[in-house]
């Protein structure tokens, strides 16, 4: 299965504030999932990145607060913007591999806004 | 709207016994069916998947799915206190691939 690093593990921010996380597969692969995880609850997909096409946003989320870059086929990133503590959150970056085998998800990054 | 319920516990069972997870799902159609175990502060961690009805066993653990009842288990035999984590069972979502959690099943296994 594919391997995905995530950076920043963890951070902590100001609110008002914007941060990027980036992930990173070591295949190419089609589809990226962006997840978040709020304190206590499950997984919330966020979006889908496409390489070569815009992101496509579930219900609740908008690229304004939530952009997201795919500029190749082992790459995204995900920018949080304008943070309030609401976005405290895990978030995940996943990846669907080819031959329908099962997703697996990068060690996260664990955000806190003051 | 997909939906994929899990009894949230906490589920706390004696060292050595099983302990048994259940989850829901609302799609008939769904066609493959996930678990992952997630211990505290760290990512979703794929342990378990299962397409056919009936049972599939690895290891300790053993999915169990049926489709005409919409239900879908995890057994794991023989529980070690390092099990102890939050289980989440998952289908796939739609057309973009990406799958739906339930809210997880928190399992304690006591010494």
């Known amino acids: 299965s594919a391997v995905i690093s995530q950076k920043p593990s963890r951070d902590i921010c100001q609110r008002g504030t914007s941060l990027t996380i980036q992930c990173q597969v070591d295949s190419q692969v089609t589809m990226m999932f962006w997840y978040r995880q709020q304190p206590g609850q499950s997984l919330t997909l966020i979006a889908t990145?496409?390489?070569?096409?815009?992101?496509?946003?579930e219900s609740g989320f908008v690229i304004d607060k939530f952009p997201i870059s795919r500029p190749n086929l082992t790459f995204s990133t995900l920018t949080v913007s304008n943070m309030s503590p609401e976005d405290s959150s895990i978030y995940l970056c996943?990846?669907?591999?080819?031959?329908?085998?099962?997703?697996?998800f990068g060690d996260g990054t664990r955000l806190s806004i003051l | 709207q997909k939906e994929v319920e899990q009894n949230s516990g906490p589920l706390s069972v004696p060292e050595g016994a099983i302990a048994s997870l259940n989850c829901t799902y609302s799609d008939r159609g769904s066609q493959s069916f996930f678990w992952y175990r997630q211990y505290s502060g760290k990512s979703p961690e794929l342990i378990m998947f299962i397409y056919s009805n009936g049972d599939k066993e690895d290891g300790r653990f053993t999915a169990q799915l049926n489709k005409a009842s919409q239900y879908v288990s995890l057994l794991i035999r023989d529980s070690q206190p390092s099990d102890s984590a939050t289980y989440l069972c998952?289908?796939?979502?739609?057309?973009?691939?990406?799958?739906?959690f339930g809210k997880g099943t928190k399992l304690s296994v006591k010494p």
């Open positions: 990145a496409n390489q070569g096409s815009e992101a496509t946003y």
């Open positions: 996943s990846v669907e591999e080819t031959g329908g085998q099962p997703q697996h």
């Open positions: 998952a289908v796939p979502g739609g057309s973009q691939g990406n799958l739906i």
